[in-house]
């Protein structure tokens, strides 16, 4: 045991920090992107492990083909919208449980994503060569790009759900049977949150295709729960500082910051040395945990506050 923490750098653990802040960031804004279908319509898409992988696909292979990366970037936007309207036209007019949706069009997403990249698993986009937007050999400036792209993508989405439209697509998560009263169409309000979603997604792919180089077909395999852990991370932390000051600007903030804390808590599991093909396993117990302690915080309070009255009418 002890020669075990001996052999435990923490300067390396120091220096490998910068790196999983700017792979946090990206896996932050996907989180943004899930928080739009996961929280506010209270749909649940697995498309995101599809058009994650189609975002940087389509940015790497535009790269290759010459585009600017901010244009590779816009294009791969409007192919996770593409992906989204097909999940969402799956559900709303044929009638599939969102689910299944979702699950149908992440199947033929491996497909085409496959034909994107010419039939081959991976290629790769050299920083040497292209100029990219984010790159693991400029940590910090991917850092401050990566902020930069979160500020104006939390600013949008505060600015956009304020509207009319979107808080039609928030009122239709929170209560569909009164949209319909109302008149606003749930199934529209549906098919344009999973688009919307997507193409956060699909951003989020692009950049970090961009920052490791290369765009791997299985680069989004378990997107959806990362994003789930970044959305509930984030809401916790977010909660336990600003308790009821929590608004909504703030609460994709946290988001995004849940989206760095959990890749922190990866680079620490990795800087312990176990076994990197436990990590979806640590995955799943660190979502489980933080999902956990709004109920128990809710449970304790109620318990302590019937105990409470049960003393006092004993009394």
Known sequence: MTAYFASLSFLKLLKSMPGGIAQGL?????????????????????????????????TVMLILAGWPAWAALLVAV???????????????RLGIPAILAGILTQLSLYSINLRIM???????VSVDKYQLLLSSRN?????LTGLLIALVLISAFYWYFGTEQGSAIRATGAN???????????????????????????????LMSQYQGFADINMGRGA???GLAAVIIGEVIGHALLGKYLNFFGTLSFVVVGGVLYYLVIVIVLWLKLNSNDLKLFTAVIVALFLAV????????????RLKKGGAGNA
């Open 224 to 226: 959806i729960v990362i």
């Open 78 to 92: 409007l192919a996770g919208i593409l992906a989204g309207l097909c999940t969402g036209l799956l559900h709303t």
């Open 139 to 143: 940590i910090p400036a991917s850092i």
């Open 176 to 206: 569909p049977a009164m949209c319909r009263a109302l008149g606003i169409s749930v199934d529209s309000m549906k098919v344009l949150g999973l688009a919307f979603s997507n193409g956060i997604v699909a951003l989020s792919g692009g």
């Open 26 to 58: 990206i896996w932050g804004l996907m989180a943004l992107g899930l928080y739009i279908t996961f929280r506010l319509l209270d749909v649940a898409d697995l498309t995101v492990d599809g058009s994650f992988t189609t975002g940087g696909a389509v």
């Open 118 to 124: 010419g039939m081959t698993a991976n290629k790769a």
């Open 294 to 305: 709004p109920y128990l915080r809710e449970h304790s309070k109620s318990s302590f506050v």
